[in-house]
């Protein structure tokens, strides 16, 4: 006699409830060992690449010497990938640039080891590398969104835009709320001319909000474009309003497709007031203002923001690319490490 089908066995009291905790449970486990048998191949490859460096430094060993190791691995360990000569040289370029273990242990061996060549192949600096290391940590970022970060020099625009936040904020709002902002703003996924007007922009970047969000970091969320606020029996509209999870706070962008204007600051402290006392709930904190515009005079912005009783920034955005030169170190290109990856499996 067959079992009779799942469905018709009576579902006792609790156990939705039951199954469902252990569904995480399981979850968890599974994540808990990807990152354990990541944090290990990280560490093998370092110990590698170490080895190779101390050899090559205390014995005289040339470059042949990768090609013939990376042939007797792979004939040892025939089911392993990522013993090839490429990627026997990334070993030993890691290793090179992270000559102290603590480091490998507590922070890069957390990422997989494609976003480690990465971090090798874009940035020349320990620093730099750390510091996008742990950003990419702490927002879970992927290897793409890692490598276009990196290449719109993310960390050397965040906390750039002027602002008076300092004077309007309390000191661990204000820190954040800094933080939080960005100059200048890359809107080059948008894909249009410099000579673009205020609503093409405005429609596209909802058109591309996912990407739009990425540049405007973790955090924001998207609430509407031009909001109705209706005040003494005339409409208003806010060209993008969006709430901040971090901050817990609305924030509004306005958009100028002009050169900054210190009049613009009045128009956006009149939205903040009317969104802090028609949409901001007691529990939220004061509304933020942030304006984007083409350029902007340093000196004038300044004198302006130091007029507003509301907190508020001001900040450029590029519709085209405008990068700098790629930093590279003597290493395969990023396309090289793709391949290899795709090759090896390692990712």
């Not at 970060?149 to 050397?156: D, H, S, V």
């Not at 060209?239 to 901050?247: A, C, G, P, S």
Request: include cysteine; proline fraction near 4%; charge should be negative.
């Amino acid at each position: 006699m067959s079992d009779p089908p799942t469905s018709l066995i009576p579902t006792p009291d609790g156990y939705p409830d039951w199954l469902a905790e252990l569904k995480g449970r399981i979850h968890h486990a599974q994540q808990s060992a990807s990152l354990a048998v990541n944090r290990e191949l990280v560490l093998l490859y370092w110990q590698i690449g170490t080895d190779i460096l101390t050899r090559q430094a205390s014995q005289g060993w040339g470059a042949k010497v990768i090609e013939r190791l990376a042939h007797d691995l792979r004939e040892a360990f025939p089911e392993m990938k990522g013993f090839s000569r490429t990627n026997l040289l990334y070993m030993r370029s890691f290793a090179e640039a992270w000559p102290d273990l603590a480091i490998v242990q507590q922070l890069v061996g957390q990422l997989p080891w494609g976003h480690n060549l990465v971090l090798i192949a874009k940035l020349k600096s320990a620093e730099e590398r750390l510091a996008y290391a742990q950003k990419t940590i702490e927002h879970a970022w992927s290897r793409n969104v890692l490598t276009m970060q990196i290449e719109t020099r993310l960390l050397e625009r965040e906390g750039t835009a002027l602002s008076n936040f300092e004077t309007h904020l309390p000191k661990q709002q204000s820190d954040l709320a800094r933080e939080s902002l960005k100059d200048p703003y890359r809107f080059d996924f948008l894909g249009l001319g410099r000579e673009a007007k205020e609503r093409e922009i405005e429609n596209a970047l909802v058109q591309h909000v996912t990407d739009f969000l990425l540049e405007l970091g973790a955090g924001f969320a998207f609430v509407g474009k031009q909001v109705l606020l209706k005040v003494g029996g005339d409409d208003f509209f806010i060209d993008l309003l969006f709430y901040h999870l971090k901050l817990r706070c609305y924030i509004v962008i306005e958009l100028k497709a002009g050169d900054f204007k210190p009049e613009q600051l009045g128009q956006l402290g009149f939205y903040l007031s009317a969104v802090d006392r028609q949409i901001k709930a007691s529990e939220d904190q004061a509304t933020i203002g942030l304006l984007l515009c083409k350029s902007k005079n340093k000196v004038v912005a300044e004198y302006a923001l130091g007029g507003q009783e509301k907190p508020m920034g001001i900040a450029e955005y590029e519709l085209q690319k405008s990068l700098p030169k790629e930093i590279e170190i003597q290493l395969p290109s990023i396309s090289q490490i793709e391949q290899e990856l795709e090759e090896g499996g390692d990712e």
